[in-house]
């Protein structure tokens, strides 16, 4: 039961916010910042904020810690949301209302409960998407996202079973609200919980890969995304769990999804250069609020 739970739930939210990035991106154009084109520079200074960020993270005081991520998932909704709600007031009141809505059902119900979970996703889900798009619609390139995923895969082995930081990061924001991470939970004994980062590297390969090579990109990152992003991690997770009778503190999606995203780009690129920005069409314009 355990296991077809977990399944569905990680299958589900993964293919969520591929979805609704690919949604954003067919109908919102986000204005699209000076920086230029997306080099190795770039995705060397990413890796150095992804590289520093937990450090941040588990630096701060734990009551402090809910606070600067409140303050970061009411930043990217700000950033993203603004071409869909241009009056300010009224986008910081439905802001105001999300971020709400997950303290109060962690106080009303619990860290562990369905609730508190169901809203912090819907939080989480909205900044990945915000973020997806304002990256992609930025200038990053379906080949900048697969050497940051494949960056990402020896990073999150790393600090998953050399240097256990990742674990680190996730018990310190244990018993806190707005938790960087979607997923349910059922009682005690039925739960599946997704990264943050995993989600938002399913959205940026999906959206890169289907904004460079149309419907052929997009089948691709969803079928790499189920399979690799979502299957595969709980697959290795229970195997492992049945063969030496304990289940492993942690397996990073990411050592499965990089390096089959970095393939599936090597595939992809065989069929000519990568479509920019100027060559896509809105599906439909869409008017601010």
């Known amino acids: 039961m355990t296991v077809f739970f977990q399944l569905a739930v990680t299958t589900a939210l993964a293919l969520a916010v591929c979805a609704g990035a690919i949604a954003y991106f067919r109908s ?14 770039d995705i060397f200074l990413m890796m150095g904020f992804v590289l520093a960020l937990p450090y941040v993270y588990l630096a701060l005081p734990g009551a402090t810690l809910p606070v600067v991520l409140a303050l970061v998932f009411a930043g990217g909704l700000s950033v993203g949301y603004a071409p869909l709600v241009g009056d300010g007031r009224l986008r910081w009141a439905l802001i105001a209302a999300l971020i ?33 798009n304002l990256n992609v619609q930025g200038g990053m390139r379906l080949r ?3 050497w940051f995923l494949l960056a990402l895969a020896a990073y999150d082995a790393f600090f998953a079973w050399v240097v256990p930081l990742t674990e680190e990061l996730s018990d310190a924001v244990q018993g806190y609200p707005y938790a960087p991470a979607a997923g349910l939970r059922i009682g005690e004994d039925l739960g599946a919980v997704v990264g943050m980062g995993d989600l938002l590297a399913y959205a940026l390969f999906t959206t890169a890969a289907y904004k460079a090579y149309g419907k052929a990109g997009l089948r691709t990152g969803v079928a790499l995304v189920a399979l690799f992003g979502a299957v595969t991690p709980v697959a290795v997770l229970h195997l492992v769990t049945a063969v030496t009778g304990e289940a492993p503190a942690l397996i990073p999606a990411q050592v499965f999804f990089g390096p089959a995203a970095f393939l599936g780009h090597q595939v992809l690129r065989r069929r000519g250069p990568e479509r920019r920005m100027v060559e896509v069409t809105l599906r439909r314009t869409v008017m601010p609020v």
């Open 144 to 146: 900048n996202v697969a």
């Open 100 to 132: 709400a809505s997950v303290l109060v059902c962690h106080r009303a119900f619990g860290e562990t409960a369905a609730p508190y979970w169901v809203a912090n996703s819907c939080v989480v889900g909205l900044v990945v998407v915000s973020a997806t």
């Open 28 to 41: 919102v154009r986000t204005p699209r910042p000076p920086l230029g084109v997306f080099n190795g520079r």
